[in-house]
């Protein structure tokens, strides 16, 4: 027992090699912002990271577990799209109207994503397709609704996004709760299990009998309600909803998963790693802000990231 | 050599019917398409109205021609939209007169060409997968041409890139005959060629193509190289077509390229279809767009009906397995 145990150490090391070094990237651009700003050592700037990072983080919580069973979600950017500009656009300033309304934004964001599962079930087309036909689908609709920001909020509603407790952001705090549940969920929960199965090996999977509709109903039913999250999230912070909200959500939420170590080919990785995929874009695009890069740099560097990450983490498997 | 046509029969009964009909039924749905259009309203089959689809037909069909080769390569190429404005802001970027053509044609076509070899150096040799890459090649040339734009573009477009996106001989407009052109040059290269063969074995079967001795890697990056070519070309061809340039000129066109070759039996599982089904998905789907705006429906039905379109399409073709 005793002899096996430095061997598993250092299998397990080299299988988080991605994780440590997003971890090292880190630290050495927090010291990097430390060197080139006072303001940005302050405690409200790493605080501001933390609020900025819940939206991304929402989104790809649900893109990570899609992205585990093989597939992907390139709907999300539409429907937190429509979502967000469905939420000002029925709240509209009425406080009595905002519990109902967060309620069934949640439930038709899970009720696309069981959609997106369906015809990928039933029609037998690869999940990209799929989620792409629905991502315009979704724009058509958002746009027939409204061709521009829609209702209005109440000024309460934005606690979600600025409020605190314990002199720390809601939502950074939500996140770490729910990231943390979703990581016990795919650790212990047998479904969790079936998650990385159908992704590692999907053949092998059906073979033994495992239950392939049920893992990408609960996938894509999962990454529509994480959808309808970031969407209410969004709707607090900029106070209104607009047809183009999720827009960059799609390149965006898939950048921190694979940053994190998760196979685009499926089966490895975790929620873990896009976490910190998570935090490192955020402070990337703070440290960026701080050194006064254009937002038109900003979106090259996020390019770069991606094409850097996906390069050094080789797939050796089918591609999607 | 090895016989494509003899590889695809040997896929079964269950769907040599399905792909013995499907070479008739896009032909077939195009002219009832038309014909349906035309008695809804009367209008659609003016000469103004044709004339103005067949010049809209020509930059998405160039599109296509490359499209095909890298879906047949079992990837896809969502740069193309990306290609396609930055070849348009660079058609602005001179004086605006004839004598910048030359140079504006070979900035262009380098810059499809360059972004063709990053997509394909990190498809084969990185294994990323197509759709990652071509998005993150997007992501970057959309940055790199508003930091050369500063977000607004101005200036003009040469008089011959207006004369070949918008003119008209005898009633065929100059864009559809480069169309033709294009279409048969690499149709042929496609369908005859070794190389085309290459293509075919190496989208249907890598580790056929593997035993075969033939250079996959090459074939592919060769493939992206022919797309993002192809797509500077459309952008400079589109870029007379509109007329003014903004940063998003040939928005939606990656999304439009690979439905209308998924509709025209590209497979997106490679090895599958030819340029000439693509060319009809193409037509199509211009009909399709075409009558939208003509039955006085909402323009967003466009979007919502390419969405429907792509997944059925590919629902259509699907192999079975297991």
């Known amino acids: 027992m005793t002899a096996l145990a430095p061997i598993r150490l250092s299998s397990r090391l080299r299988a988080n090699q991605g994780v440590l070094v997003v971890a090292a990237l880190l630290v050495i651009l927090l010291i990097f912002g430390a060197f080139i700003s006072d303001r940005f050592r302050t405690t409200s700037n790493i605080l501001n990271i933390f609020e900025q990072s819940t939206g991304l983080a929402l989104v790809s919580l649900g893109q990570t577990l899609a992205i585990l069973t093989g597939g992907i979600d390139l709907s999300v950017g539409s429907m937190i799209s429509l979502l967000s500009t469905l939420t000002s656009g029925l709240i509209a300033g009425k406080v009595s109207m905002v519990l109902p309304v967060a309620i069934g934004i949640l439930l038709l964001g899970l009720l696309i994503g069981i959609c997106n599962g369906l015809l990928i079930i039933w029609l037998r087309v690869h999940p990209l397709i799929v989620t792409l036909g629905m991502s315009a689908v979704l724009q058509g609709i958002v746009l027939l609704y409204s061709l521009g920001p829609a209702g209005s909020v109440p000024p309460s509603f934005n606690f979600l996004a600025y409020g605190k407790v314990l002199g720390l952001p809601i939502g950074a705090v939500f996140i770490l709760v729910l990231f943390l549940l979703v990581a016990l969920f795919l650790r212990y929960a047998r479904l969790g299990r079936y998650i990385y199965a159908v992704g590692d090996d999907e053949v092998g999977a059906r073979l033994m009998g495992l239950p392939r509709a049920r893992v990408m109903l609960t996938v894509y039913g999962f990454s529509g309600f994480c959808c309808g999250l970031t969407a209410i999230y969004l709707t607090s912070r900029f106070s209104v909803g607009q047809p183009y909200t999720g827009l960059n959500y799609t390149l965006a939420s898939i950048t921190p998963v694979v940053v994190g170590g998760t196979l685009l080919s499926g089966g490895k990785g975790g929620v873990f790693g896009t976490l910190l995929g998570v935090y490192l874009v955020s402070l990337i695009n703070n440290v960026l802000n701080f050194m006064d890069v254009s937002t038109h740099y900003q979106l090259i560097a996020q390019g770069l990231i991606v094409i850097a990450a996906v390069s050094i983490y080789v797939e050796k498997k089918k591609r999607v | ?132 890459a071509t998005l993150a090649t997007m992501i970057v040339l959309q940055g790199f041409r508003f930091a050369y734009t500063q977000g607004a573009p101005s200036g003009n477009v040469p008089p011959l890139f207006r004369l070949i996106g918008s003119a008209t001989w005898h009633g065929v407009p100059y864009n559809m005959m480069l169309l033709v052109v294009l279409a048969i040059v690499f149709g042929v290269v496609l369908a005859k060629s070794r190389f085309g063969r290459e293509v075919y074995i190496t989208g249907g079967s890598p580790t056929t193509a593997r035993l075969l001795g033939i250079n996959a890697d090459r074939v592919t990056i060769i493939g992206y190289v022919i797309s993002g070519a192809l797509a500077a070309i459309a952008g400079l061809v589109l870029s007379g077509y509109v007329g003014i340039v903004d940063n998003w000129v040939g928005r939606g066109f990656e999304l439009d390229s690979i439905v209308a070759a998924v509709m025209g039996g590209i497979s997106l599982s490679g090895g599958q279809g030819g340029i000439l089904g693509g060319l009809f998905g193409a037509a199509i789907l211009v009909v399709v767009f075409n009558a939208v705006l003509l039955f006085g429906l909402p323009v967003q039905l466009q979007i919502i009906i390419k969405g429907m379109v792509i997944v059925l399409a590919a629902a259509f073709y699907v192999r079975r397995r297991i």
Request: glycine share 10%; charged share 5%; net charge neutral.
């Open chain 2, 1 to 132: 050599m090895v016989d494509v046509s003899q590889a695809s029969g040997a896929e079964g009964p269950a769907i040599s019917m399905r792909s013995r009909l499907s070479p008739y039924a896009l032909p077939i749905f195009l002219i009832a398409l038309i014909a349906v259009s035309g008695i809804v309203s009367p209008a659609f089959l003016s000469t103004s109205n044709i004339s103005n689809m067949l010049l809209q037909v020509a930059p998405l069909g160039i599109v296509v021609i490359g499209q095909a080769f890298v879906i047949i390569l079992r990837g896809l190429d969502l740069s193309v939209s990306s290609v396609m404005a930055t070849a348009a802001v660079i058609a602005t970027g001179f004086s605006g007169q004839n004598s910048d053509v030359l140079s504006i044609l070979l900035i262009a076509v380098g810059i499809g060409i360059a972004t063709g070899l990053v997509n394909g150096w990190l498809v084969t040799k990185r294994s990323v997968s197509p759709f990652l």
